[in-house]
């Protein structure tokens, strides 16, 4: 029997009310396919932080770089906003994405058709949209040095951040961006804001580059104030778009929006080698609502698919994850975030059990 280990952070918030119902999706798949995924459960965020006083202890890394996956529900929340940045629960997101080296960050936007009313934009609009935003994960102004706020001898401050890409870094972004593009539409769309940031213009040079070896894909570019324009103005047009790490974390929440609800995106975090992969839901911990049991778990309960896919090569298992959740929209099945009238209102376990039952 194949054994897979996977590291299960549920973090802070929501986290571990959906994470509850992603891994009974998880185990269900793995007992109907004949595998067997060893789950080891870890703190994360600001519960680490109550336990520990760090957002990831090294114990937790290690299990991260010794398991083949890691699922992570969200981390942070108002109780640790007013700690040192160095050690709020965010951090662990970004430490485990440079320690696991988690370059890539693929993050889906699609419309499911019964919930096409969900979104604030026109159905005509996002009707059929399907695209994928891959954001670059461990570079750009989220890491750049120098950083920091510094006092002047003036009582002024500084702050800095740096977006600095070496040309390693945009070669293998834009790999990926071109092999996942060639899986789907052949359309590779890179954003930047090279009449600006010469960074960037760097960035641009390169990808033309990396696209010589990928002939069957269509390549073109656009500025990242104009793609957030038409993200809502035409996001029909849309395939794949490869960007660095903030115009893609910007971007890839403008995306979700499309779909109605941020509630429903998930993401895949990979790095250079197999057993190198994060999986998770794409919004944050929703402190507003934690512990209410109304979170929608379809984000993770889809990240596991992502993790099946792309870590697992379960195709099958994936898709059947993905058609049960279409299935269970289909039959009216809402948490409070995707409700509207003349729908069933269903709770984030509800919601969980009606997708496992499709399974
Ligand atoms: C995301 C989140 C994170 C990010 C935060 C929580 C650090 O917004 O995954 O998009 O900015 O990358
Ligand atoms: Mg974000």
Request: glycine share 8%; charged share 25%.
């Amino acid at each position: 029997m194949k054994r897979y280990s996977i590291a299960v952070l549920p973090g802070d918030g929501i986290g571990p009310e959906i994470m509850h119902e992603a891994t009974m999706v998880l185990n269900a798949v793995g007992k109907k396919a004949g595998v067997e995924f060893a789950l080891t459960e870890a703190l994360v965020g600001g519960s680490s932080i109550d336990a520990s006083g760090v957002p990831l202890t090294d114990e937790v890394l290690k299990l991260t770089l010794l398991s083949d996956a890691v699922l992570l529900g969200a981390v942070g929340g108002t109780k640790w906003e007013a700690l040192d940045y160095s050690i709020r629960p965010e951090r662990a997101l970004l430490a485990l994405r440079k320690e696991l080296g988690l370059f890539a960050n693929l993050r889906p936007a699609r419309i499911y058709k019964d919930l096409i009313d969900a979104s604030t934009l026109k159905p005509e609009v996002i009707d059929g949209v399907d695209l994928i935003v891959v954001r670059e994960l461990t570079g750009g102004l989220y890491f750049g040095t120098p950083k920091g706020v510094e006092k002047l001898p003036d009582g002024t401050e500084r702050g800095v951040n740096t977006m600095v890409y070496t040309t390693p870094e945009i070669e293998r972004i834009a790999k990926v961006g071109f092999e996942v593009a060639r899986k789907r539409r052949k359309k590779l769309l890179s954003v930047d804001k090279a009449n600006v940031l010469e960074t960037t213009e760097l960035w641009r040079r390169v990808v033309i580059k990396i696209g010589r070896d990928y002939p069957d894909v269509e390549l073109s570019h656009m500025y990242v104030d104009n793609c957030a324009m038409q993200l809502v103005r035409n996001p029909r047009q849309f395939d794949v778009i490869v960007t660095e790490n903030t115009f893609g974390d910007i971007l890839s929440d403008e995306a979700s929006m499309l779909t109605g609800s941020i509630g429903m995106l998930p993401s895949a975090s990979l790095g250079a080698t197999k057993n190198r992969a994060m999986y998770e839901p794409i919004h944050g911990s929703a402190p507003d609502i934690a512990g209410k049991g109304i979170a929608n778990p379809i984000a993770t309960i889809l990240s596991v698919a992502m993790m099946l896919k792309y870590s697992f090569e379960m195709e099958d298992a994936s898709n059947a994850i993905e058609t049960a959740v279409e299935k269970v929209l289909g039959k009216g099945f809402r948490t409070a975030d995707i409700y509207q009238p003349g729908t069933k209102k269903a709770s984030c376990s509800e919601m969980g059990e009606a997708v496992l039952k499709e399974l």
